[in-house]
């Protein structure tokens, strides 16, 4: 009996989840929708419904004669969820420039922002107040006030545990806590996630792999690093470290975990300097310094011998990456992400050809449409996540804006 009031409380906020998510996106609803929905009884449904209107998470719409759904012969009650209740803010810690993005509720963004972010050189005040600038700067295009965010996610290149701590020993980390940084300056929770596992959420939620529980996204610009997906659940591992790639230092013909922009740029010097008459010189000018990863990449296309031969070595690396990974995890599909993705591309005939020699699950590939935005994509469905689980203690109505107009 002592467990019955905290259970049912349990119980009615993961009922609450369910009806938000069935009625996010889907117009107008009435009960039977949603008893259709989430297999909830219509007592249930009805109270509920009752309870987020209160809060300010439904509008009731004025009844409507003929659909008979409460009581035989009245009409029934419709419902609608209202996406500009209130906001949430993803955020991309990146180690030169960071991006966030304001959204309403149903995930749709409403403004954009990336500026440059010394994040290693600068103190740790000037980089909270760099954070500021940009979350100021993302309200303002929004037209959104601060009061109006509900959740903030933050994605960083690190491990992070289930309960939102930077496991790490790096100086920066140290000397910079985002996650208490920013909710002491603006009073916001603020949720922390590791940056490929943010990714991994932006992908199955945006992108190309809508509706597979078994993926792997792995970010594959300058460094590499992976977030996992296993029965649609994300993995963490015991302290947060599940998807970490160090392993790869002990893998033959891998040998560390920079990616594919590193060692297409890399690889691309090594070759202009054996082969100075190549495409490569003239797309840096000359220079093998300015030599990009998209240079080699071009150069590829345009047929240059060199050029193609750096792009067979990328591919033979990252066949053995992803066929260590996949023997380990034996996901469904593998999806290269992040700046590079869309130049990567290129690589998927050749590492699907030598994948079978490293893994014996080899996994459908492809790469992100998602651009460099998405970690800040993943950000936003990790704040809206948790809004929608809880939704009975973080809701609208709680804002100054709501509470004046009641």
């Known amino acids: 009996m002592v467990e019955t009031a905290p259970s049912t409380q349990l119980v009615r906020r993961v009922n609450a989840s369910a009806m938000l998510k069935a009625m996010r996106g889907a117009g107008i609803v009435t009960g039977t929708d949603l008893m259709a929905a989430t297999g909830l009884s219509r007592a249930t449904v009805i109270s509920i419904c009752d309870e987020l209107v209160r809060l300010g998470w439904l509008q009731e719409l004025e009844n409507q004669r003929g659909a008979g759904d409460y009581v035989k012969g009245r009409p029934a009650r419709r419902f609608m969820f209202d996406d500009r209740a209130a906001s949430v803010l993803g955020i991309d810690i990146g180690a030169n420039k960071v991006t966030a993005i304001v959204a309403d509720m149903v995930g749709t963004a409403l403004s954009q922002v990336t500026l440059p972010f010394r994040a290693y050189i600068v103190p740790a005040a000037e980089r909270a107040d760099a954070l500021d600038r940009i979350a100021a700067e ?25 309960d939102g701590e930077v496991l790490t020993a790096q100086e920066f980390w140290r000397s910079f806590d985002v996650r208490r940084t920013v909710s002491e300056r603006h009073g916001w929770h603020v949720l922390l996630e590791n940056d490929a ?3 991994t959420l932006a992908e199955r939620w945006q992108g190309t792999a809508r509706g597979v529980d078994n993926l792997v996204v792995m970010l594959a ?32 013909g891998v040998g560390d975990t920079r990616g594919i922009a590193h060692y297409a740029a890399q690889w691309g010097q090594e070759a202009l300097a054996a082969h100075p008459r190549s495409r490569l010189h003239k797309l840096c000018g000359g220079v093998p310094s300015a030599l990009t990863a998209e240079m ?18 990328l591919a033979h690396r990252m066949a053995r990456v992803i066929g260590s990974l996949s023997t380990l995890v034996n996901p469904e599909l593998v999806v290269l992400a992040g700046a590079v993705a869309e130049s990567a591309r290129a690589l998927i005939p050749a590492i699907n050809k030598e994948l079978p020699d490293f893994t014996h699950t080899p996994p459908r590939l492809e790469t992100s449409s998602l651009g460099d935005g998405i970690v800040s994509i993943g950000a936003v469905r990790h704040a809206l996540d948790y809004v929608e689980e809880n939704a009975l203690d973080v809701y609208p109505a709680s804002l100054p804006t709501h509470s004046d107009a009641s």
């Open 138 to 162: 993302a309200l303002e295009q929004a037209g959104i006030s601060a009061d109006s965010v509900l959740a903030v996610s933050v994605g960083v290149a690190a491990p992070v545990s289930r």
């Open 197 to 199: 596992n943010l990714a």
């Open 221 to 252: 610009g300058d460094r590499l690093g992976s977030g996992v997906l296993e029965s649609g659940r994300l993995l963490h591992g015991q302290l947060g470290g599940f998807g970490e790639l160090g392993y790869l230092d002990n893998v033959s």
């Open 296 to 313: 080699v990449f071009a150069a590829a296309a345009d047929g240059d011998k060199p050029a193609k031969e750096v792009l067979e070595r």
